[in-house]
C-alpha cells in the first residue's frame, strides 16, 4: 500500500466544486483549504495507481495541480529492497 501526503491547488472561485468531485473518493482524505490549497492523504494500493490517482485529482473541477509532499511505500519498497 502506498500513502501520500498531497497539496492540491485550486481554482480561488472553484473551490465547493473542487471539493464537491474530490469528496466522493473514498480512498482520499481531505483537510481545510488554506491560501488555496486543500491537503490531503491518498491512500492506494501500489505506486502505480497512486501515480493514476493524482492524475484523475488534476483532471477534476476545479483542480490545477498536486503537489506531493511525502509518499510511504510500506511494504512495496520493503519487497523492493528484498529483490534486489
Known sequence: MAIASVLLSIEPDQELQARAALGERPELTLGATIAGRIPAVVESGDARSLEQ???????????????????????ELENLHATA
Open 53 to 75: 490517482l493524482l492524475r484523475d485529482y488534476c483532471g477534476a473541477p476545479g483542480v490545477l495541480f498536486a503537489d506531493v509532499v511525502g509518499v510511504d511505500f510500506g511494504e
